[in-house]
């Protein structure tokens, strides 16, 4: 899967404007410039993994969600990855990667028990 550095500019001024920074109040807790910024939230240069951790640290968001669009936190979280990945399989595929998630949720829920 491709990142689209569009839809992460996108993600990241819409948790800036949440968080209430400026583009200006952000580049300058970053120590960057205000066309950096710019050209993030618009897609117009792509960002390392470093700059995005700081990035969500100050605007107190998930990577994730600027990755992937959902965070670890959401029921959503993954559901169109799973979704297209199972497109994809074969029935016997399907009822295997059932059993596993089964026996993972199973796992899960036995370890809350103890």
């Known amino acids: 899967m491709a990142l689209d550095y569009k839809?992460?500019?996108d993600r990241?001024?819409?948790a800036?404007?949440?968080?209430?920074?400026?583009q200006e109040k952000l580049a300058e807790t970053l120590d960057v410039s205000i066309a950096y910024i710019s050209?993030?939230?618009?897609?117009?240069?792509?960002i390392n993994l470093k700059r995005l951790n700081e990035i969500c640290?100050?605007?107190e968001t998930s990577e994730?969600?600027?990755?992937?669009?959902?965070?670890?936190?959401s029921k959503s979280y993954l559901s169109s990855e799973f979704s297209s990945i199972l497109?994809?399989?074969?029935?016997?595929?399907?009822?295997?990667?059932y059993q596993i998630a089964t026996i993972i949720s199973e796992n899960k829920n036995k370890t809350k028990e103890d």
């Open 7 to 9: 839809l992460m500019g």
């Open 12 to 14: 990241l001024k819409k």
């Open 16 to 22: 800036r404007i949440q968080k209430g920074y400026t």
């Open 39 to 46: 050209r993030i939230e618009t897609g117009k240069t792509h």
């Open 57 to 59: 640290t100050v605007l």
């Open 64 to 73: 994730s969600y600027i990755l992937n669009g959902a965070s670890e936190n």
């Open 87 to 97: 497109n994809d399989c074969s029935s016997k595929d399907k009822e295997l990667i």
